[in-house]
């Protein structure tokens, strides 16, 4: 079983993530430094040289290796669970964490960031962010076993809230 950590940009998935892995004893995999290490470059690099696309295809082949593993806690991408493959091969061993944050908020932490953020760059990155939240709201809603508002945490109390949620869902729960 895995942890798998899913979200919007700035929401705090790798931190959350790290301190998770290490509170729980886990090993610790980030999809976006996979992704890097395999392309060889920063992935504002692979979205200008090689193209979206090429990003996605290379995160989805990292997801499906990343869920034939156990006993990890996977930092997803903003990205990953928007596609099905990705988040059907990451619910058969994963509970899905959902780390939200209000887009207000999200457009404070992102701030000066936008460059590693190869969505947000160009024009108005607060406008984009609260576009792409809407859209994407409802597929992050669905996909989560279970939520947590980050929005007024910091992320060792975003890990703490984690912990304490996951002693709460029943293990069969876990099984789709
Ligand atoms: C993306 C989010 C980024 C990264 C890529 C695309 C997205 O990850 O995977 O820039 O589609 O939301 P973070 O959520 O870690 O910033």
New binding site residues.
Partial sequence: MNLALVG???VG??EVGRILAERLGLAFLDI?SEVEKRAGKP?PSIFEEDGEQA?RLL?RSVTREASTLDGLVISC????ILNPENLRDLRRNSIIILLRADPEIIIERLRGKEGS???LRGGDAADRIRRLYMQRLDSYLESADVEVDTSRYTPEEAADEIIRLLGEIPYEGHHR
């Fill in positions: 919007f940009m700035g998935k790798t976006d992935i990003f995160e991408g903003g990205g990953t953020r190869p969505l």
